[in-house]
């Protein structure tokens, strides 16, 4: 048995808060492909900034979808952050969409990675990890330990933050894909960003922090960390006619 090599299929982000907004999965970027197949996996990072301390429940509209974790930080600035992930079937999504807030008062950034090779049945190679901050917005994913050769590590991070500069992409890893949403209702912006690693070999790998925007005493983040796991180029046994005949033998 060997491991496939995880390969990125490309990117997409979006912002909005009103019912019905999505992003596209047929114009993705930085990858192989400007569309996922059969068999691609789908991660989005979701993030929602709001003004009150309740902890809103994220959901996606579009179905099949498996969530990870739905986390949040309180501020003034609240940040909410759910990550989902979904194996593409057949006929391949053509867009994610979110159960949106519907309120300008809670700003929404969706940033999607789509990755291929990867394990069919048990993508995500260790649980991921998670953490919650308050008094920054430059979101930092805890480290991760991944268990299989050739892991790919995802570092995913939302923040609500105030109507600031974009942030960059953490010191070391690529396929960064990113999105700022201020709305003036709330005096306040969602950021949400998601990226990769893809040269892990052994060992804990911390992720470093977002670079750019700023730091305030109102801000806060949540950050999580993923390792996808590479699929086998195994085929899956299936006992012919004749071994059947001689098991029942």
């Known amino acids: 048995m060997a491991l496939l090599t995880i390969s990125y299929v490309g990117g997409a982000s979006g912002e909005g808060h009103l019912t019905g907004w999505s992003v596209?999965?047929?114009?993705?970027?930085?990858?192989?492909?400007?569309?996922?197949?059969?068999?691609?996996?789908?991660?989005?990072?979701?993030?929602?900034a709001t003004g009150?301390?309740?902890d809103e429940n994220l959901a996606m509209s579009t179905s099949g979808y498996t969530e990870l974790f739905d986390i949040q930080q309180t501020n003034?600035?609240?940040?909410?952050?759910?990550?989902?992930?979904?194996?593409?079937?057949a006929s391949p999504d053509s867009t994610v969409e979110v159960t949106a807030s519907n309120a300008s008062t809670k700003p929404e950034v969706v940033t999607v990675q789509v990755w291929r090779n990867v394990d069919q049945i048990t993508p995500m190679d260790v649980t991921p990890t998670t953490t919650t901050v308050s008094g920054s917005s430059r979101a930092n994913s805890?480290?991760?330990?991944?268990?299989?050769?050739?892991?790919?590590?995802?570092?995913?991070?939302?923040?609500?933050?105030?109507?600031d500069s974009d942030n960059t992409v953490p010191s070391g890893m690529t396929?960064?894909?990113?999105?700022?949403?201020?709305?003036?209702?709330?005096?306040?912006?969602?950021?949400?960003g998601i990226c990769s690693y893809s040269s892990w070999t052994s060992g804990s790998y911390d992720p470093a922090a977002w670079g750019g925007?700023?730091?305030?005493?109102?801000h806060s983040y949540t950050a999580a960390t993923l390792a996808l796991r590479p699929a086998s180029d195994t085929p899956a046994f299936t006992p012919s006619p004749m071994m059947h005949l001689l098991q029942m033998m």
Do not use: H
Not at 76 to 89: D, E, L, P, R, Y
Not at 142 to 159: D, E, K, L, R, Y
Not at 175 to 192: D, R
């Open 24 to 48: 596209s999965l047929n114009s993705l970027s930085g990858g192989t492909n400007s569309s996922p197949s059969e068999g691609d996996i789908v991660i989005v990072n979701f993030v929602r």
């Open 52 to 54: 009150s301390g309740v």
């Open 76 to 89: 003034s600035i609240n940040t909410n952050q759910a990550v989902f992930w979904k194996i593409m079937g």
């Open 142 to 163: 805890p480290a991760i330990t991944p268990v299989t050769a050739g892991a790919v590590i995802i570092a995913c991070g939302a923040a609500g933050g105030g109507n």
């Open 175 to 192: 396929n960064f894909e990113y999105g700022l949403n201020y709305q003036a209702p709330l005096g306040g912006s969602a950021k949400g």
């Open 213 to 218: 925007g700023n730091t305030a005493s109102y």
